[in-house]
T-cell receptor
Framework: DTGVSQNPRHKITKRGQNVTFRCDPISEHNRLYWYRQTLGQGPEFLTYFQNEAQLEKSRLLSDRFSAERPKGSFSTLEIQRTEQGDSAMYLC?????????????FGPGTRLTVL | DAKTTQPTSMDCAEGRAANLPCNHSTISGNEYVYWYRQIHSQGPQYIIHGLKNNETNEMASLIITEDRKSSTLILPHATLRDTAVYYCIVRVVGGSQGNLIFGKGTKLSVKP
């Protein structure tokens, strides 16, 4: 399967703990996106990378959130000092850059539950 | 990106065509119409996109009105597996902007 993969698929943590999620994009895609989705809502954009450069960050991405894509391949999203409001599905997507359709291909998501 | 308006939910009988409408009255000339869907507990899946001409692929057809202020996604022969939330999104293609802006979408229920 050459689609977008995310690990872990589920994470349960206690409030105040740090968590890290990983996303492996489709190999030839140089853009990588992170979204967050809460129950009953559509996905909300968090941030995106083109290669290793983080080009855009949403206001939703508080200072407790940090994302990296050190070699322009996989990416990690870390949440420090988790809060119950961080409970959500965290989705990763990838695409080619520029012109044409550059549609985004999504992974299955990581479901975070903060107790 | 322009805002879109979709019905909250729709039902469709299995085997019939599902027609999902979307209003995007403030769409700009360089914005495309995209459709994604999200089956329960999965990530969103790209369906189709278009600028002003009607488009068809193996999944669906996209009909865009001449004034581009609305569009319809057509699933020609809906199956139970097409039950999902369908999102209509308008966005500029290319450039530095990357994100998709999702609304709440239309929850399509295909019934036997």
């Amino acid at each position: 399967d050459t689609g977008v993969s995310q690990n872990p698929r589920h994470k349960i943590t206690k409030r105040g703990q740090n968590v890290t999620f990983r996303c492996d994009p489709i190999s030839e895609h140089n853009r990588l996106y992170w979204y967050r989705q809460t129950l009953g809502q559509g996905p909300e954009f968090l941030t995106y990378f083109q290669n290793e450069a983080q080009l855009e960050k949403s206001r939703l991405l508080s200072d407790r959130f940090s994302a990296e894509r050190p070699k322009g391949s996989f990416s990690t999203l870390e949440i420090q000092r988790t809060e119950q409001g961080d409970s959500a599905m965290y989705l990763c997507a990838s695409s080619r850059a520029g012109g044409g359709g550059n549609e985004q291909f999504f992974g299955p998501g990581t479901r975070l539950t903060v107790l | 990106d322009a805002k879109t308006t979709q019905p909250t939910s729709m039902d469709c009988a299995e085997g019939r065509a599902a027609n999902l409408p979307c209003n995007h009255s403030t769409i700009s000339g360089n914005e495309y119409v995209y459709w994604y869907r999200q089956i329960h507990s999965q990530g969103p899946q790209y369906i189709i996109h278009g600028l002003k001409n009607n488009e068809t692929n193996e999944m669906a057809s996209l009909i865009i009105t001449e004034d581009r202020k609305s569009s319809t996604l057509i699933l020609p022969h809906a199956t139970l597996r097409d039950t999902a939330v369908y999102y209509c999104i308008v966005r500029v293609v290319g450039g530095s902007q990357g994100n998709l802006i999702f609304g709440k979408g239309t929850k399509l229920s295909v019934k036997p």
